[in-house]
């Protein structure tokens, strides 16, 4: 997959489509986000289902698969937009089972069912089966066929719900439901307002620093001078009792629809939105890489003194933030990145690529226009009595402008080709900070297959049968990294073969983003046949004459596969006289510049090796260009010349070399910076089978290190306290590996260390 245009601070689908934000909720530790999916399908043709994502900070997000797909007949044609009510110990879902009767139907009045459908779950992906609580013969008389997107809390101990309603005489509305529990849901009243629209879609109603909201998206308004400039729109009214007032626009952008919001553990009352419109005029050139839209950042909810909504992005984007600089005139920036501006002359612009911001302090009208880079986006207007300050948050291909502290949002996709991109000024001063999410291990090198021998102890001809195993050292690291619930992401090139198929498959299910894996039919997916003597010794017979993955290219690394890079790892069996040596050192040349941590693991195969002084001349040409070196006490020897630690460190400290892990099998690992010294001890376990407990280890200390805080600047003065930390958890993980079979089916997750 091409990842030109990927967001890096915004959840995407992994490809295909999505839309609505769904059962938003932080539950055991984590903010999840559920969201409208239809993979394959970057136009959406697809059955809706829930995909799942999870985060600990808002930044970060991993991608946990789907988790609710339409299976009952009360939601053949969709499991549609709703809601979620997290407990200590569980999660209430709450979603529209979208049902389409074929037959001469006009699906307004008659052939369109709408069920509130509830599903419980323990973990927030592993669903209850599913229990249809109310039919469309059970809302009241008024509602056509369209009631969804219900929307559910509990206050004073009583379950509400709110849906989203089109009338028989095509009237937007939302319906009222109460009950002590999902089962008693009874009908308490609906609400509405003339010439707001034929349907109300997604509504959500909550009380903030006193004052209560209906929020809700209006079909079918009519177009004004400065309001509803799209065709559907969001927004929210203020709510007392039951009178309706004041609707404000949450979004006055080209790309802003189906918002939701929820508690953060803190109190906060955060929304997000989809960033993208169904049916509109503009398009997304996505399309043609595979998939289509994204999800908002997370925007902090506050109550102005006149009473409206304040948006605002979340506060944890501070942390990303990085060089600061006053942009005099123009500057060249890397997106993501953040502009704030003030000051404004009487006219002002403040232009980012093909985008402007412009303000006319006459007219009063700041505008929001695009280039051909918005694909059909041209311009929206809104109507300020003054302009106070702005601030814009650049993702990849999206611009979110925050006006007035928050008092107007206007959201837009935008795609401009390169990542680099101009940042211009006149009659304004503003500032850009560069946001950085280093988030992502990235290994590089040889994904294969291992062929596991159905007996151990004999020689390799006596071996009767072997089963295929996903292995290659870099893959297994990702594997590690990924179980623990960190993102990790595989660069390599496998072959247009069913091996190839495999491998990807199994990465796919252990959470690794393989979006950056090539395919080639020049050459197989690399095999690796392995047997075990008597005495121990491993016979590796590998099919790499050569294999998919010796061929990839460094023209084929792209600056795109490093994204939100925070380590980039690899190894030894990838650096033999072909294509993918001068791969890797592309990909750490970008790696470096992105400020992420370079990881080497030689993990010495010397059958590969015709000529073993050539591969101990590659693996001193590389460590320099390493932050993070892991040997193996068996490697010492060989790489320095000595046995002796203390003797080959002095060596082992060149370049950019600033940790030395030295592992030791069942007798623990060391850590050594310039200054310290770590140990952690061995423990004694049933060695099952070691296939990748290296690679586990390598994988989890990163993973650990990375949740510990320490980036590449941290890494030398990195805490004794902190180091020991890591290498103990690594050391247990690897010790869990080793008891069981295989290499990234025997690594634990998270909630088993
Ligand atoms: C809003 C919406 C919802 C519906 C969902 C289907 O964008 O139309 O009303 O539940 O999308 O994907």
């Known amino acids: 997959m091409d990842r030109k245009w990927r967001q890096n601070l915004h959840i995407e689908a992994p490809e295909g489509w999505l839309n609505d934000p769904n059962g938003l909720c932080y539950f055991d530790g984590f903010y999840h986000v559920y969201f409208q999916y239809s993979?394959?399908?970057p136009k959406g043709e697809a059955t809706r289902c829930w995909g799942h994502y999870v985060s600990t900070d808002l930044l970060s997000w991993k991608y946990k698969g789907i988790v609710l797909y339409p299976d009952i007949p009360e939601d053949r044609n969709g499991v549609f937009s709703g809601s979620a009510v997290a407990f200590n110990d569980h999660i209430e879902f709450f979603y529209t089972g979208n049902v389409e009767e074929e037959g001469p139907y006009d699906y307004v009045l008659e052939g369109r069912g709408a069920n509130v459908i509830t599903v419980t779950s323990s973990d927030g992906d592993k669903m209850s089966a599913k229990k249809v609580l109310?039919?469309?013969?059970?809302?009241?008389?008024?509602?056509?066929?369209?009631?969804?997107?219900?929307?559910?809390?509990?206050?004073?101990?009583?379950?509400?719900?709110?849906?989203?309603?089109?009338?028989?005489?095509?009237?937007?509305?939302?319906?009222?439901?109460?009950?002590?529990?999902?089962?008693?849901?009874r009908y308490a009243g609906s609400l509405t307002i003339p010439d707001m629209g034929y349907m109300w879609e997604c509504p959500d109603m909550f009380t903030l620093e006193g004052k209560t909201f209906l929020a809700l998206c209006p079909q079918g308004t009519k177009r004004g001078e400065f309001s509803f400039q799209n065709i559907f729109h969001s927004g929210y009214f203020n709510l007392d009792g039951e009178k309706l007032s004041g609707f404000e626009e949450f979004d006055y952008g080209f790309d802003f629809y189906a918002p939701q919001t929820f508690i953060?553990?803190?109190?906060?009352?955060?929304?997000?939105?989809?960033?993208?419109?169904?049916?509109?005029?503009?398009?997304?050139?996505?399309?043609?890489?595979?998939?289509?839209?994204?999800?908002?950042?997370?925007?902090?909810?506050?109550?102005?003194?006149?009473?409206?909504?304040?948006?605002?992005?979340i506060r944890e984007l501070e942390s990303l933030k990085r060089s600061s600089r006053k942009i005099e005139g123009e500057a060249w920036e890397s997106l993501p990145f953040e502009v704030s501006a003030a000051g404004f002359a009487d006219r002002a612009t403040v232009t980012i690529s093909g985008a402007s911001v412009s303000w006319d302090k006459e007219s009063g009208i700041l505008s929001l226009r695009l280039n051909e880079e918005g694909y059909g986006r041209k311009v929206r207007n809104l109507k300020l009595s003054s302009l106070e300050n702005v601030l814009i948050i650049a993702d990849r291909s999206s611009l979110e402008i925050y006006i007035n502290n928050g008092l107007y949002v206007m959201s837009t996709r935008f795609y401009p080709e390169y990542r680099q991109v101009r940042v211009a000024t006149e009659g304004a001063s503003a500032e850009v900070a560069r946001l950085r999410l280093n988030d992502t291990l990235i290994a590089i090198g040889e994904a294969l297959i291992d062929f596991i021998p159905d007996k151990k102890g004999c020689e390799f001809y006596e071996v009767g049968s072997f089963s295929p195993a996903t292995g290659g050292a870099p893959a297994n690291v990702c594997g590690a990294f990924s179980k623990l619930g960190g993102k990790a992401r595989m660069i390599t090139q496998l072959g247009n073969d069913p091996f190839g198929d495999v491998i990807t498959r199994t990465l796919n299910d252990a959470g690794v983003d393989t979006s950056c894996i090539r395919y080639t039919s020049a050459a197989n997916t690399a095999l690796a046949f392995v047997s075990h003597t008597v005495e121990g010794k491993s016979t590796y017979s590998f099919y790499r004459n050569p294999s998919a993955d010796m061929l990839f290219e460094a023209s084929d690394v792209t600056s795109e596969m490093l994204d939100d890079c925070y380590a980039l790892h690899f190894c030894s069996v990838s650096l033999g006289d072909f294509p993918m040596k001068d791969a890797h050192r592309a990909a750490i040349t970008i790696a470096r510049r992105q400020g992420a941590i370079v990881s080497f693991d030689p993990n010495l195969r010397f059958m590969l090796w015709d000529d073993k002084e050539e591969l101990k001349h590659v693996i001193q040409e590389f460590i320099p260009d390493c932050d993070i070196l892991k040997i193996s006490d068996e490697e010492l020897e060989f790489i320095t010349g000595t046995s002796v630690i203390e003797e080959a460190l002095p060596s082992l400290f060149t370049g950019n070399v600033k940790l030395v892990i030295l592992t030791k099998g069942k007798d623990g690992a060391d850590a050594y910076t310039a200054s310290v010294k770590v140990a952690s001890a061995g423990r004694a376990v049933n060695v099952v089978d070691t296939t990748g407990a290296g690679d586990g280890f390598i994988g989890s200390f990163l993973w650990k290190l990375k949740s510990s805080g320490i980036g590449r600047e941290e890494v030398s003065s990195c805490p004794v306290s902190i180091l020991k930390e890591c290498l103990d958890f690594a050391n247990r993980f690897s010790a869990i590996s080793v008891q069981r079979k295989g290499a990234i089916p025997s690594y634990p997750e998270l909630k088993e260390m």
């Open 39 to 41: 993979p394959g399908t």
């Open 264 to 313: 953060a553990p803190d109190g906060r009352r955060l929304l997000i939105g989809w960033m993208g419109i169904g049916d509109d005029a503009y398009t997304n050139p996505t399309i043609g890489l595979g998939w289509q839209h994204c999800l908002t950042l997370p925007r902090e909810l506050t109550v102005s003194p006149e009473g409206k909504l304040l948006q605002n992005p």
């Open 134 to 185: 109310l039919k469309n013969s059970d809302y009241p008389d008024f509602c056509s066929c369209h009631v969804r997107d219900p929307k559910v809390w509990i206050e004073n101990g009583i379950y509400k719900m709110v849906l989203g309603a089109r009338t028989v005489d095509d009237k937007g509305s939302v319906l009222l439901y109460e009950g002590a529990s999902p089962d008693s849901f």
